[in-house]
Structure formats: C-alpha cells, structure tokens
C-alpha cells in the first residue's frame, strides 16, 4: 500500500490536562503538531481519568483527527490503557479482575493495551502480563529502547506467543516526543472509533519504532529523573499555595 493509504495514529499520549503529571503543552498544541504531522487518530490517555473536553474533540474533527476517549489507569501497581471509555467506567476500577469485568460487559467495542510492559520504571506489569493476558487486546512498543537495552523484545515475544499485536505509541510527555514513534491502519471507509478498533483487532498494522539516539535516551533519562520531578513540586508547592 502506498503511504496515502495508511492512517497514522498514536494511541497513549499525555498532555498538561493530566492529573498526575506536570506537562507544558496543551491538548490544543498537540493537535496542531498531530496535523502538522499528518496524523488522524489520538488518544489522550491521562494518568486514572478520561479525556472529555468537548471543545478539543470538536477542535480535532475540524481538522480531520479522531480523538478517542481514553485513559491510562494503574490497577494492582501496573498501567491500563483503556480506549473508548467513558468516565463513569474507570470510577470503579481499582484491579485486574474489574478490568476483566468491564471487558466482558463491553465486549469488542472496548480496546486494551498493556503499556511499557517490561520496564522496571513507570507501573509496568512485567511479567504477570501473561498470568492475565486475558485482560488485554493488544501489547506496545515503547518508543525508549536502543540497541544494548531493549525490554520490548520481551513485549514481541509475549505478542507472538499468545497472537496479540502490538502498537507502537510515543507514551509523549513532551510535545517534541510525539510523532517519531506510531502505529498506523489500513485506510477507513469512515474514520470512526469502531472503525479504527476494528482495524486494531483485525490488522494488518503497520509501526514506526525506531531506536531512540544517545541524545534522545540522555534526554529522556533527564526529564524522567531531573526535569519532571521538579515540575510536579512545583506544581504541588503552587496548589497548596492557591497558587
């Protein structure tokens, strides 16, 4: 297939909306970047909460780019990204089981990835993944890997072994993050969230995960240890403050 035939979607970004984290950009840059980029499907997956600002979602199909509800929940220690949720779903969850509950209700019309899976940092489930791999549809690829570490090949080979597939998404918590590393789909009759789960679960999927350089890992390790932790005080130091 041709390029122009692909849709280019990133599916666990975070944006300064999120509770837990301390972000500089909005979901309204983001969106500017995203069709800069020329990608059409988003999902904002906030730390334990839903994405539901109705002006972001009007603002995205004004520019041709499917915002779908998400979050990214941590249940028993380990990170969820739940796709089209509603916030009154998630208020309950608090483990594995009640994700598998809601999974069951819902059926195909809700979407789970197990994020970051092998990584020591971040609510990764490891490798209790595949005591409940009941729980997920499909496994990512972190954009943060390079030649001598790489805790995705254990994520590929969880994949392959039990016929999940995997998305690779940018996990962006800074907005010059987001575009480098990304599933895409086949093109759509109609952009739709069905759609696009559809095409999830019945592939093929392309992924653009390419090895972060020295830079980008010494940048990363940078903000994770140094740039976000200040932030978030900061932030907090301001809240108590009524600031």
């Not at 490891?126 to 943060?144: N, S, T």
């Not at 590929?156 to 016929?163: D, K, L, N, T």
């Not at 069905?194 to 830079?215: H, M, Q």
């Amino acid at each position: 297939m041709a390029d122009e035939d692909w849709i280019k979607l990133d599916l666990h970004i975070h944006t300064l909306d999120d509770p837990k984290d301390a972000l500089d950009y909005s979901a309204h840059e983001l969106l500017e970047r995203a069709r800069t980029l020329g990608f059409r499907v988003l999902a904002i997956t906030l730390h334990d909460a839903v994405f539901d600002r109705e002006e972001v979602f009007a603002d995205a199909a004004s520019m041709g780019i499917l915002l779908i509800p998400a979050a990214e929940m941590r249940l028993e220690g380990a990170d969820v990204i739940l796709l089209n949720v509603a916030p009154d779903e998630i208020e309950s969850l608090r483990t594995l089981d009640d994700l598998a509950a809601l999974r069951a209700r819902r059926g195909p019309s809700l979407f789970t990835i197990a994020p970051h899976p092998f990584y020591v940092l971040g609510g990764s489930i490891g490798e209790k993944l595949v005591e409940r791999i009941d729980c997920f549809d499909a496994i990512e690829l972190c954009h943060f890997w390079g030649r001598f570490f790489n805790p995705n090949r254990r994520a590929v080979e969880i994949a392959e072994r039990f016929g999940k597939p995997l998305i690779a998404t940018s996990d962006a918590h800074r907005l010059h993050a987001f575009g480098s590393n990304y599933a895409s789909i086949p093109g759509l009759a109609e952009l739709t969230v069905e759609n696009v789960i559809g095409a999830l679960r019945s592939g093929p999927l392309r992924l653009t995960n390419p090895p972060c350089s020295f830079i980008d890992l010494m940048s990363t390790i940078y903000f994770v240890f140094v740039a976000h932790p200040w932030r978030r005080r900061k932030r907090e130091w301001r809240i108590e403050n009524g600031g």
